[in-house]
């Protein structure tokens, strides 16, 4: 199964999942895909967050007008939209959220040792075919210190077996742990 980035699973208090809405720089040129970590910049606009940044959250969608007054809706951002005008970009904020996301396969693969411990993000290629966002966890660097993502467990799905092989991703459980709307995160 091919990387999906981080999909909202469930509320911690049991609550509703929301989006709360940002905004884009129409010449920031960079895809930004549902399941995409972002980030707030200085400008107060959004960005793709890399590994290290202080997450505002995962990207859900946006919809914008373009230069002939077209509405478009889309899933993602193509990147430098010239002349577009009213950027409404979906984001999940709540640092209460839980997703569901891959491990990377690359070469440590989650195993039960790494339930309860923090890791970042790796870039994965997101698909313009589907809007869904090629990101997932980087399960090499799961330790206890402090990173962008918390492993609460491995899902409970068919062949979700941990990894024993390159290739093999395992779909976990993970909770925003830099959260931008976290006690302990500096500001932007």
């Known amino acids: 199964m ?6 909202p699973l469930r509320h911690l208090s049991g609550g509703e999942i929301r989006t709360s809405e940002y905004t884009i720089a129409i010449d920031y040129s960079t895809e930004i895909f549902s399941g ?18 202080v997450i505002l959250g995962v990207f859900q969608g946006v919809s914008y007008v373009k230069s002939d007054g077209e509405v478009v809706f889309s899933k993602y951002w193509p990147g430098a939209v010239s002349g ?13 959220v839980t997703y ?21 993000h790796v870039a994965g290629s997101g698909s313009t075919a589907t809007g869904l ?22 899902l409970a799905l068919p062949d979700n077996d ?27």
């Open 133 to 154: 966002s090629g990101y997932m966890l980087d399960t090499s660097g799961c330790s206890a210190a402090q990173a962008g993502w918390k492993v609460v467990r491995k």
């Open 100 to 120: 569901k996301v891959h491990d990377d396969a690359v070469s440590d693969f989650l195993t039960a040792a790494d339930l309860g411990t923090s890791g970042d």
């Open 36 to 53: 995409d970590p972002v980030k707030i910049v200085a400008a107060g606009t959004l960005e793709v967050a890399a590994a290290g940044n």
């Open 2 to 7: 091919a990387a999906y980035g981080f999909q």
């Open 84 to 96: 577009a005008t009213d950027v409404v970009a979906l984001v999940i904020d709540d640092p209460m």
């Open 162 to 188: 941990y990894g024993s092989a390159a290739g093999s991703q395992v779909q976990m459980e993970v909770t925003l742990n830099e959260s931008f709307f976290g006690q302990f995160t500096a500001g932007i």
